[in-house]
């Protein structure tokens, strides 16, 4: 069993940044970022392997964010940048025990969330 806590969300001007951390208890594989805005589906964002060697991103955030892990701390990062209004929307990561996917429905456990509002 795979327990995930999201933070760092908030509230931010269009431009700015803002780094959301992801917080595991147990072992975890690939992890991800998926959002859901208003409205909308759920999203891929972005999702690092399990040493870290592989990344991937929508194509919507690339060149603005970064995804990274510190397995020592158990803890995956999704460092904002130039954040956009279309950014808003609430934040999950997930973890599942083998390579990184893009689909959520290839994830085991997830968190439960961190809002992200961008105002313009």
């Known amino acids: 069993q795979v327990q995930l806590v999201e933070s760092g969300g908030g509230s931010v001007q269009a431009g700015g940044s803002l780094r959301l951390s992801c917080a595991a208890s147990?072992?975890?594989?690939?992890m991800g970022w998926f959002r859901q805005a208003p409205g909308k589906e759920l999203e891929f964002v972005a999702a690092?392997?399990?040493?870290?060697?592989?990344?991937d991103y929508t194509d919507s955030v690339k060149g603005r964010f970064t995804v990274s892990r510190d397995n020592a701390k158990n803890t995956v990062y999704l460092q904002m940048n130039s954040l956009k209004p279309d950014d808003t929307a609430v934040y999950y990561c997930?973890?599942?025990?083998?390579?990184?996917?893009?689909?959520?429905?290839?994830?085991?456990?997830w968190g439960q969330g961190t809002q992200v509002t961008v105002s313009s």
């Open positions: 690092i392997s399990a040493i870290g060697g592989n990344r």
């Open positions: 147990g072992r975890t594989g690939a």
């Open positions: 997930a973890s599942r025990s083998g390579t990184l996917r893009r689909s959520r429905e290839q994830y085991d456990y």
